[in-house]
């Protein structure tokens, strides 16, 4: 048997990004948040104010051992982020190479402090 | 152990069930073979697995009626009638998102397996520098990362009545693996059994009497997978107000402490429960509740809420009426039979140890953080006295 869950380590160079959506009624998908991973090995969100006081508090994960992530913790807060946003409300993507971001954020995708 | 196996190869090449599952799990061939005979298309697995499917949908009807008749007969004996209208409603809900006919309206995510082969073997490292280097590696890599897949669907009801609902299938769950070695899911179950935690928890709410805690949940087919639906809940998360705390009625945060209690979730963080406008408290994803393996944390942020507080005699006596009341406790450790399998009883028991634990001693046990950094996590205004509701 192989183990099906094996990959390739992936590359994920700075300028790297997870986005967080909120999802309301009907197909309503609502951007929350954008964290980029800096040159400095952090990440920096941007987004709806509420919801970055939330991010840096700190997210916690159950799986494998409790632990939490602060965006000082890079690429591995990236990673929590997407374990930790989930649910069929708020939802976070996978990690993004940094092209798509530079080109979302060209396009004026990314919502503004509120 | 067959049947096991049998399930978590869900996605696997393999599709021939052994005699002795249909033996073993199937009464009623004649009427079931008449609907395998009547479905219009090509299926697209195997009939073993139909049959068991449309089993499983019909033992959880079986629960939950047996659940509703022992309600309404507490009430009535009671002559609380209203208590009966809202367990109608509850019902009638249910119903419609067990029969209506169904459309994807999205797909939220996809599902995601982890991957622990460098895990375990960085936990057995005893240097603790090289340990904490290698876990954050494996962190930065995502190999633990796990998903499991969710779809939002539509429920059409009579007209043009429609209720939205979040659907998660069966095998959409993540598993986990080490080396070429299939460990089970993220609770330790050897078959995905998240959609049925998803169904028992509401279940759970209805028999404590508090059953708005959790959105009415049921086990369906959508298509062809199994899962759960459950509706979909408007309103403000948790994580979305400024203080969560105060905008909730205590008495919802207070029942719904002591359900994550009895139902040992590990995953009850401000964006998995919702607060309306008038404070009412629902809670969404019991996936990671009552795992097969001990010794987890419970996580519940309602639960640290009320850590060593005294437990308000309402709820004590609705806890206590869980398992003195002989035809709920019946029900439910039927519900968890079902759910778990051979586990059903251990769990049931460990279900019940907590909930005597509860009634005996009129308090919330003290909550065990074991995550650094949760406490900021939990909110500032926790220990502040500008909380003047936990008093």
């Not at chain 2, 509703?68 to 109608?88: I, P």
């Not at chain 2, 429920?155 to 769950?173: C, I, L, Q, S, T």
């Not at chain 2, 080490?178 to 330790?188: E, M, N, P, R, S």
């Not at chain 2, 919802?252 to 002591?258: G, I, K, R, S, T």
Request: one cysteine or more; charged letters at 30%; glycine letters at 6%.
């Amino acid at each position: 048997m192989t183990n099906p869950a094996r990959q390739p380590a992936p590359n994920h160079p700075p300028g790297s990004f997870v986005e967080v959506y909120r999802i309301g009624r009907g197909t309503e998908k609502t951007l929350l948040a954008r964290c980029v991973l800096q040159q400095d090995g952090t990440a920096r969100c941007v987004g709806d104010a509420n919801f970055i006081r939330e991010l840096t508090t700190g997210i916690t994960l159950a799986y494998p051992t409790p632990r939490s992530f602060l965006p000082a913790d890079g690429l591995a807060f990236l990673q929590a982020l997407q374990s930790a946003y989930q649910s069929a409300y708020i939802n976070a993507t996978d990690i993004q190479p940094p092209s798509a971001g530079e080109q979302a954020a060209s396009t004026g995708t990314v919502s503004s402090n509120r | 152990m067959a049947r096991k196996n049998q399930n978590i190869h869900l996605r696997s090449s393999e599709t021939t069930a052994p005699e002795s599952l249909a033996a073993d799990t199937f009464t009623e061939t004649t009427k079931v073979e008449k609907m395998v005979a009547a479905r219009p298309e090509k299926p697209r697995i195997e009939k073993w697995q139909y049959l068991e499917q449309k089993e499983i949908v019909k033992q959880s009807l079986i629960l939950d009626d047996e659940l509703a008749r022992a309600l309404v007969s507490a009430y009535t004996e009671q002559g609380n009638f209203d208590r009966v209208e809202r367990l109608k409603i509850r019902l009638t809900e249910e119903r419609e998102l067990r029969e209506g006919a169904t459309t994807e309206l999205m797909k939220i995510r996809d599902r995601k397996d982890a991957d622990e082969t460098a895990y375990r073997a960085a936990v057995v490292i005893k240097t603790k520098k090289e340990k904490k280097e290698r876990l954050e590696e494996i962190e930065e890599r995502g190999d633990l990362v796990v998903r499991n897949e969710v779809i939002k669907i539509e429920v059409g009801v009579e007209g043009a009545r429609r209720h939205e609902a979040v659907f998660k299938p069966r095998d959409g769950e993540p598993l986990r693996y080490a080396d070429d070695k299939l460990l089970g899911t993220v609770t330790g179950d050897q078959e995905p059994r998240g959609y049925l935690r998803e169904w028992l928890a509401g279940f759970v709410a209805k028999a404590l009497e508090r059953e708005e805690l959790v959105p009415p949940t049921v086990i369906r087919e959508v298509g062809e997978r199994i899962g759960s639906v459950q509706k979909w809940v408007d309103g403000e998360l948790a994580s979305e107000g400024k203080n969560w705390i105060l905008k909730s009625k205590p008495d919802d945060l207070e029942a719904l402490a002591a359900l994550d209690y009895i139902l040992e979730i590990r995953d009850r963080h401000k964006a998995n429960f919702f607060i309306d406008e008038k404070g009412r408290v629902t809670a969404i994803d019991h996936g990671l509740t009552l795992s097969i393996e001990e010794g987890h944390s419970i996580r519940s942020f309602p639960l640290r809420l009320y850590g060593e507080k005294e437990i308000s005699p309402s709820l004590r006596s609705l806890l206590e009426s869980i398992l003195s009341s002989e035809p709920r406790r019946l029900a439910l450790q039927k519900a968890f039979n079902f759910a778990f399998g051979d586990e059903g009883t251990p769990l049931f028991g460990r279900f019940s140890q907590r909930v005597r634990e509860l009634t005996k001693n009129g308090m919330f046990p003290k909550y065990e953080l074991s995550a650094t950094g949760d406490k900021n996590a939990f909110g500032l205004d926790i220990d502040s006295a500008e909380n003047p509701q936990i008093g």
